[in-house]
Nanobody, 117 residues
Framework: QVQLVESGGGLVQPGGSLTLSCVAS????????MGWYRQVPGKQREVVAT????????DYADSVKGRFTISRDNAKNTFYLQMNSLKPGDTAVYYC??????????WGQGTQITVSS
């Protein structure tokens, strides 16, 4: 079992920045990849960025490349999503996800990000 707790959402103006954090606990050693996803009402949840805890390999959705950065701090069992140059289209509920080597998925509770003036 892996538990994920997110923090850092809120309201931000267009062009602003926010950083999301996701703290993992439990069977952390079993985590193969971690990621951030987002979802708006009426649409499917979409991947934003992923990172491998060991190698630090990252991947990004085209819509956020150059604006968002995913990172991890293994000593703190925490991974982050730094979001810059935010746009109204980034408004969504953001979720962190951990996938284990046995392909089990664990999700955080979700945090709302609203980009609006």
């Amino acid at each position: 079992q892996v538990q994920l707790v997110e923090s850092g959402g809120g309201l931000v103006q267009p062009g602003g920045s926010l950083t999301l954090s996701c703290v993992a606990s439990g069977s952390i050693f079993s985590i193969y990849v971690m990621g951030w996803y987002r979802q708006v009402p009426g649409k499917q949840r979409e991947v934003v960025a992923t990172i491998t805890p060991r190698g630090g390999r990252t991947d990004y959705a085209d819509s956020v490349k150059g604006r968002f950065t995913i990172s991890r701090d293994n000593a703190k069992n925490t991974f982050y999503l730094q979001m810059n140059s935010l746009k109204p289209g980034d408004t969504a509920v953001y979720y962190c996800r951990a996938r284990t080597a046995s392909l089990l998925d664990y999700w955080g509770q979700g945090t709302q990000i609203t980009v609006s003036s």
